[in-house]
């Protein structure tokens, strides 16, 4: 899918945490900040930081890089290491440091690569978060450690008021805007979406909102979140993934196409223009929402496929 978007973003810096394929949101949100002009910077998981840089370098994302033109490609201008579970150097433990998987990596906490990023380019005008791990995701919430728990809350929650409080002194003042991706199990039962990673969600949007109102007044900075439906990207499809058995993300998109008012595929490109809107000036006056982008899925109050619902 192409967007056609008069939207003008030229001169526009724009920042994505969470980028490190081209099959998440993260890199469609990316793709189209950068169909409408802005400068793309991302922040990537250092484990991965290699394989993803090594696969700009080869082209092996060239195909999905192309723009509404047809002809000319996304460009990232700069990749980040970054870790949002450190908000500073002195938080980083010595097991990390030494970790081989962050071997020769310095200035990867949010606070560094914020820095870095103003030294690099001034300013920042968007602000994305689309970073989120539970490291017990697969566990129901009754068999959830206080470990796991709180691991996923850091990451996938706290990581986005960290990031705004080391990146909204250089966002541009009255005009700048951040974007979070969330999901319905934040307020519905979604089995399957454990490890506290709905109280996480749930975390996200409830501060959005308190956000939206602190960065609002304090410089002018603009909070939003997407509720994005089911996408089989790489990291949702790790979820409940068993030999001959269809993982947790399959059955939420069978799921949603069964029973959503709209009954059609949903895109990585419909989340990266809805976010496009919400960083746009056409969206000047909206802050503090949460913005379903999931064929009606969120409205819905009885399952049509269920058994019960069969004559």
Same mark, same amino acid.
């Given at each position: ?8 973003l030229t001169?526009?810096?724009a920042?994505?945490a969470?980028v490190?394929?081209?099959t998440g949101?993260g890199w469609?949100?990316?793709k189209a ?5 802005a400068?793309?910077l991302v ?7 290699k394989?993803?840089?090594a696969?700009?370098r080869?082209g092996?994302f ?5 723009l509404a033109?047809?002809?000319s490609k996304?460009?990232?201008?700069k ?6 579970v450190?908000d500073a150097?002195e938080d980083?433990?010595e *097991?990390?440091k #030494?970790?081989?998987?962050? !071997? $020769?990596?310095?200035g990867?906490?949010i606070q560094?690569?914020?820095? %870095?990023?103003?030294?690099?380019y001034?300013?920042v005008?968007?602000l994305?978060h689309?970073l ?8 129901p919430?009754l ?5 796991g728990?709180?691991?996923a809350?850091?990451a ?5 008021v960290?990031?705004l409080q080391?990146f909204?002194p250089i966002?541009?003042?009255g005009?700048g805007?951040m974007?979070?991706?969330?999901y319905i199990?934040?307020e519905?039962v ?5 490890g506290?990673?709905?109280?996480a969600k749930?975390?996200l949007?409830? *501060?959005?909102? #308190?956000?939206?109102?602190? !960065? $609002?007044?304090k410089w002018?900075?603009r909070?939003?979140?997407?509720? %994005?439906?089911?996408l089989k990207?790489?990291?949702a499809?790790?979820i409940g993934k068993e030999p001959g058995?269809k993982t947790?993300?399959e059955?939420?998109?069978d799921?949603s196409?069964a029973n959503?008012p709209l009954?059609?595929?949903?895109y990585s490109d419909?989340?990266g223009n ?21 064929n009606?899925?969120?409205s ?7 058994k019960?619902m069969?004559q």
């Amino acid at each position: 899918m192409a967007s056609h978007s008069t939207i003008d973003l030229t001169g526009k810096v724009a920042f994505i945490a969470g980028v490190a394929d081209s099959t998440g949101y993260g890199w469609a949100i990316a793709k189209a900040l950068a169909n409408a002009g802005a400068t793309i910077l991302v922040g990537t998981w250092p484990p991965v930081l290699k394989i993803f840089q090594a696969g700009l370098r080869k082209g092996q994302f060239d195909a999905d890089s192309v723009l509404a033109d047809g002809t000319s490609k996304m460009v990232i201008e700069k990749v980040y290491p970054l870790d949002a579970v450190f908000d500073a150097p002195e938080d980083v433990p010595e *097991d990390i440091k #030494t970790n081989k998987r962050y !071997a $020769g990596l310095d200035g990867f906490t949010i606070q560094e690569v914020a820095k %870095a990023v103003q030294a690099d380019y001034g300013q920042v005008d968007i602000l994305v978060h689309s970073l989120a791990n539970g490291p017990e995701v697969t566990r129901p919430l009754l068999e959830t450690s206080r470990k796991g728990y709180l691991a996923a809350s850091s990451a996938s929650a706290y990581s986005a008021v960290s990031l705004l409080q080391q990146f909204g002194p250089i966002m541009t003042p009255g005009s700048g805007s951040m974007v979070s991706l969330t999901y319905i199990a934040s307020e519905k039962v979604i089995p399957g979406y454990g490890g506290g990673m709905s109280s996480a969600k749930a975390q996200l949007e409830s *501060d959005t909102r #308190t956000l939206a109102f602190e !960065a $609002g007044r304090k410089w002018g900075v603009r909070v939003n979140t997407i509720s %994005a439906g089911p996408l089989k990207s790489r990291a949702a499809s790790a979820i409940g993934k068993e030999p001959g058995q269809k993982t947790f993300i399959e059955y939420a998109i069978d799921y949603s196409k069964a029973n959503a008012p709209l009954a059609q595929d949903l895109y990585s490109d419909d989340v990266g223009n809805a976010s496009l809107f919400l960083n746009s000036p056409l969206a000047r006056t909206i802050t503090g929402i949460t913005l379903y982008v999931d064929n009606g899925l969120h409205s819905m109050g009885m399952a049509l496929d269920s058994k019960a619902m069969q004559q």
